[in-house]
């Protein structure tokens, strides 16, 4: 029997698949892999920002039952590796795996692999040039092995809407990680209070956060943050603020992802800008969204 379109096999299916977490696995070869992976566990101590003023603004459990492995990965190892698979060997199944700054021969053997373990794809943050040089070999070897693939740069790039198509191989894979984990591209709520015509930034709630979790830090820096009257009357018309009605707020923001610190490199990419600008971007553009 058909209710509002749907029969009652679909949605005992839809109910199994809403049931359904996610997993994860991970492979790294710096601290930026602790990072992001502490971000996912949100231990009581991960986050040391705000030193002895620290209000536990984070509000989640973290994802320790989604994470199924974790390898490290020698930080010395030569330039080219005759047997990559040894370091893989502890893989275990998962959807999908996380591979942050590892040897760019034990990245090419990953599709493979992947793709005996039944994983749906794989995810490399390129936070730094040097891992641009293997992407458009691993993406063949993805596509050979049924392995869909994520190249976001940098890893709060992470946005199907936004990403250049080249960079992922389908919108559905993305949506689904940046769904299930809430980290991606930046994404706030924000309480504003008008005073006069002034605007006052009361409080943030970050709905997804960069994979580093920088955003929870910047979030509680800007609370407090006046945007004076003549950006007030027009940020919302012209779509953005202008960086001399909202210096304050830039600045606030600016130094915020300074001092969390950001991950990305102060290396330039190909395009000419750093990863670490590009991240700064990101992070002020989601304060943005949130105001207009």
């Known amino acids: 029997m058909m209710i509002d379109g749907t029969d009652d096999n679909n949605k005992d299916d839809n109910k199994e698949k809403k049931r359904y977490k996610k997993t994860a696995a991970f492979i790294y070869g710096s601290d930026f892999g602790d990072i992001f992976i502490g971000n996912l566990l949100n231990h009581r101590e991960f986050c040391i ?29 030569p330039e080219f590796i005759d047997e990559p698979s040894i370091f893989i060997m502890d893989l275990k ?43 458009e070999e691993l993406k063949k070897l993805c596509e050979e092995n049924g392995i869909e693939y994520a190249f976001p740069k940098p890893f709060c790039a992470l946005d199907a809407s936004e990403m250049p ?8 894979f993305v949506s689904d990680f940046v769904e299930e984990f809430r980290i991606g591209k930046p994404l706030l709520r924000i309480k504003e209070v008008i005073r006069g015509e002034d605007m006052i930034i009361q409080d943030v709630e970050v709905l997804r956060s960069a994979p580093c979790g920088s955003t929870f830090f910047i979030a509680r820096k800007i609370v407090g943050t006046r945007i004076p009257a003549r950006s007030v009357r027009s940020f919302r018309s012209v779509k953005g603020l202008s960086d001399d009605s909202s210096a304050e707020l830039f600045r606030r923001i600016s130094e915020a992802h300074h001092a969390y610190p950001c991950t990305a490199s102060m290396e330039h990419d190909r395009d000419g800008d750093t990863f670490l600008h590009r991240a700064g971007y990101i992070a002020r553009k989601a304060v943005i969204n949130a105001l207009i």
Do not use: M, Q
């Open 49 to 77: 920002s705000c030193g002895d003023t620290c209000t536990y603004c984070r509000g989640f459990d973290g994802y320790a039952d989604r994470i199924v492995a974790v390898i490290r990965t020698p930080p010395s190892l």
């Open 93 to 135: 199944p998962a959807d999908v795996l996380i591979a942050i700054d590892i040897h760019p021969d034990i990245l090419l053997s990953l599709p493979e692999r992947l793709a005996a373990l039944k994983y749906t794809g794989i995810i490399v943050p390129i936070e730094r040039p040097g891992a641009l040089s293997v992407l």
């Open 165 to 172: 198509p080249e960079d992922f191989s389908s919108a559905e």
